[in-house]
């Protein structure tokens, strides 16, 4: 049944209907996509800045990082290093111009198993968000959730006031670790869960509320609002929409270009799925999580740990690449 352009202008897109009941957030490095979809806060990793660095649209930006990089001189890889790092930032000053809210900036997946690397790396990022004028309080620093990542992340929350975006979430055991750092944010990803569940089971696909990506974040969610934990859940990678609309009600949604453009055309009903109310009502335990602890149960979880091996050296490739492109 068609919608009549009369009744059309009198109902909400499902897009303007989320943002009633979850933040959405653009995961995106393009800027004309935040323009148009107007988010609260955006996030970019490696693979989105690579994607939008190519675009002829930003090599000015591009060449102010190289001029950048050689500005500062040292070896050739200091020089990339340093090129990459004010590439990031350059993007993420940018999207600031365009949102409200706040830009996640990535650590260089390299690092993931180097708390200490990441420390230092994140606390370069955010001096250099400081040279171009931007406060901290309006940028998150994404790391990995490994457990060097995780206890990064708690370092630089409690110690140096950087508020972190933990990124490549897939197991249960992250997300408990995460809310025990006192992490600002995760991004549990959805899309990622299914496609290894589709890649690896005899089920190629799933009902939205059947959906293993959506079941993992209604859990973390749920598990979150139960205890009482501040970290923020901001269901990320998504496939489809329907995936988003049976997490309506979640803190925040990281939605691409694409899928924001598909809500902004669908007119059906939004219903909220998470709720805080229905999630103290569930009964899940409180678990308590060591560094040992935390590796076994992770390690139990084989999709999880597939996927975010997998996710770190996509990434890191992406950074690669990228150092290729300015070098």
């Given amino acids: 049944m068609s919608v009549s352009p009369v ?3 009198k109902m909400e897109s499902v897009l303007d209907q989320l943002k009633h009941h979850t933040t959405v957030v653009a995961d995106t490095g393009d800027f004309n996509a935040i323009d148009e979809y107007k988010p609260l806060d955006a996030t970019t990793n490696p693979s989105l800045i ?20 050689k500005k500062l001189g040292g070896s050739e890889e200091e020089q990339i290093k340093n090129a990459c790092d004010k590439l990031f930032v350059l993007f993420g000053a940018e999207i600031l111009k365009r949102i409200p809210g706040r830009v996640s900036t990535e650590v260089d997946a390299r690092l993931s198993f180097d708390k200490e690397g990441m420390i230092q790396r994140a606390r370069r990022l955010i001096d250099l968000y400081k040279e171009a004028g931007i406060g901290k309080d309006r940028i998150l620093i994404k790391l990995s959730s490994t457990w060097e990542g995780i206890q990064a992340g708690k370092v630089l929350e409690a110690e140096h006031g950087i508020s972190c ?13 995460c809310a025990e750092a006192g992490v600002t944010l995760i991004s549990p990803f959805v899309g990622r869960i299914l496609d290894w569940y ?16 959506v079941k993992s974040v209604t859990k973390i969610y749920n598990y979150y609002k139960k205890f009482g934990y501040k ?64 590796r076994w149960h992770h390690n139990e979880d084989q999709m999880a740990v597939e996927k ?9 490739a992406d950074a690669i690449k990228l150092e290729r492109m300015l070098k």
């Fill in 231 to 294: 970290t923020i859940v901001m269901g990320a990678s998504f496939r489809n929409t329907g995936e988003i609309k049976a997490l309506t009600g979640c803190d925040y949604l990281t939605i691409s270009p694409k899928l924001l453009a598909e809500l902004s055309k669908d007119y059906v009903k939004l219903t909220p799925m998470l709720s805080v109310k229905e999630a103290q009502a569930c009964e899940l335990e409180k678990i308590h999580l060591d560094e040992k602890a935390f």
């Fill in 50 to 69: 690579l994607a939008a660095a190519q675009m002829p649209a930003y090599q000015e930006l591009v060449d102010d990082a190289v001029a950048y990089g």
């Fill in 198 to 213: 589709v890649a690896n089971g005899d089920k190629k696909t799933y009902e939205p509320s059947e959906d293993p990506g």
């Fill in 308 to 316: 975010l091996s997998d996710g770190i050296r996509k990434f890191a």
């Fill in 7 to 9: 009744k059309r202008q």
């Fill in 165 to 177: 975006n933990m990124t490549l979430l897939f197991s249960f055991a992250q997300a408990v670790a």
